[in-house]
């Protein structure tokens, strides 16, 4: 999830303090002229006021006066910065702040704008087909290595345990960290130990969400991994796990950290336990440690048998609804569940019911934190900051305007959609071929993943890696674990729509835009996740998102016989 920004809200409906006479007398001039007596009296009495104290600052040097008077201009030329609307209610003026631009939720007005406009385009070339230029990017190939040495691991130090909380790719990630700690350590791993987490709620073990035997043997020339515990080891620690002591370990630990304080424990009791496991360890790390990462996530972790079983299926069938355009289809990454929407703290159009559900919602989950003292919820700026959920008719109206036409296969990877039936319905509308995992496969075959919301995830995530373009809406593990693997998969390139939200914002706060103004804004917002599909991981990012040059290497290119440059392959 994502931390919140709770700064400035647009929504309010109450009225604003009144401003300066000064303001009111520059912008109403009309209605202050009925009104002369009593506010051209503190229009002057402000004056005098100035006026004293500009003289006792002058007259006393009291440099310390100073402050107060500059704070005051600041604040009245920040507040200048604003529109303000001013009613005549009879005998009362009435001044509103006016909303901010793209601090509104104002989607639907748009799409009623826009949608002839969609229906009337005749269909020409579906942008699905063209939607990325790979003349602009030198192709890269995986370079992670499973087999760096055919020699024997040397002794183990002891045994290294390690907790996986969080949802499907939080616990991948504390998998992937957990080899390349165990490598550092010369330790031998234990299969991690999967935690009951509050919000996801699933009951699986490692087991049940990838294949354990095939982890084992891709791992088994860099780190030794072992199912559980030998029993020597057990009846050392009474058959009690929770026994073996827990070493609490900061987030983004370096390997210095690891070495100078893990390994000794490790060495002198035979296992430790570290729990939570979730960023305990540094983005930059050695290359043989990030060597291990690469191998462990995009080579080691598969799904269990039954989770590819049906996944394959429905991509398969995903290809098959999707003959009209070669197989290719868009996969979208919809966020708007009704947690996701009560944790961002943004309003749409439900009005009091909305508030009232997404109070409950927040209450539920994560009592009491949005109701701390000093807590500010203010959902216009959230909106205005990019942080608000996109619905399924903004991600619809955006794909529309990009060039994707109504023949377009989308696959829409989400939970349990908030108020599904008005939400989803726009964008069945612009999308008639939409597909989720409910549709795509029979109440049969999802009957065994019922329940467990990581297993579900697993066959959304495959669905998605297998679909020509992918569109994120939110962040998270989910969409950030997806992107790397598409760059691993791709020849570096991402094919991901990463849309700019907070430009969508400002877009979708214009009911009057012009539809040939939308299809500009949007064919360079798809062009910009073009160029951006191949970028390369910066020190502080992480190379489950971004595996050049950790993971890859670049495709050589050789001259032919007539000067033009080939790619070879491998």
Known sequence: MHGLSRLGSARSTTSSP????????????NIAGSRVGSGGGKQNLVEKLVVVLISAVFKRKGVLLVAPLLYISVMLLYMSSFGFDVVDLKSVVVVRKRAPPGSVYRSPQVFQKLW??????????????????????????????????????????????????????????????????????????????????????????????????????ALRSNVNVVKELPEDILQQFDHNISS?????????????????????????????????????????????????????????????????????????????????????????????????????????????????????????????????????????????????????????????????????????????IYKAEKYVAPLRQMFPRLETKDTLATPEELAAFKGHSSRLAALDYTVCLHSEVFVTTQGGNFPHFLMGHRRYLYAGHAKTIKPDKRKLALLFDRPNIRWDDFKRQMKDMLSHSDVKGSELRKPSASLYTFPMPDCMCKQPEASNEHGNTKKLTS
Not at 154 to 181: M, T, Y
Request: net charge positive.
């Open 18 to 29: 009144p401003s300066s006479p000064r303001f009111r007398h520059g912008r109403n001039k």
């Open 116 to 217: 002839p406009f969609m229906q009337a385009e005749a269909i020409a070339n579906n942008t699905l087909m063209t939607a990325w230029n790979s003349k602009v990017h030198q192709p890269w190939k995986p370079c992670a290595d499973s087999s760096n040495s055919n020699a024997e691991l040397p002794k183990s130090n002891g045994f290294l345990i390690i907790e996986a909380n969080g949802g499907l790719n939080q616990q991948r990630l504390s998998i992937c960290d957990a080899v390349a700690v165990a490598g550092l350590l010369n330790a031998t791993l234990v299969i991690p130990i999967f935690h009951l987490n509050s919000v996801w709620r699933d009951s699986s073990n490692f087991g049940d969400i990838f294949d354990e035997d095939f982890f084992m043997h």
């Open 244 to 416: 073996i002591v827990n070493l609490r370990v900061k987030g983004w630990s370096s390997p210095t950290h690891y070495l100078q304080k893990v390994l000794p424990k490790l060495q002198q009791l035979g296992a430790v336990r570290i729990a939570p496991f979730s960023n305990r360890l540094a983005q930059g790390v050695p290359s043989n440690i990030q060597g291990l990462r690469c191998l462990a996530n995009f080579e080691a972790l598969r799904f269990s048998e039954p989770i590819r079983m049906l996944a394959e299926k429905m991509v398969d069938r995903m290809v098959k609804n999707s003959s009209q355009s070669g197989g290719k289809y868009v996969s979208v990454h919809l966020r708007f569940e009704t947690d996701m929407v009560a944790f961002s703290c943004c309003e749409y159009d439900g009005g009091e019911e909305e508030k009232r559900e997404m109070d409950i919602a927040r209450e539920r989950s994560w009592r009491g934190k949005f109701r701390k003292r000093g807590r500010v919820i203010r959902p216009g700026a959230n909106r205005v900051d990019g942080k608000c959920p996109l619905t399924p008719l903004e991600v619809g109206m955006m794909l529309r305007g990009m060039g994707f036409d109504n023949t377009t296969s989308v696959y829409v990877a989400a939970g349990k």
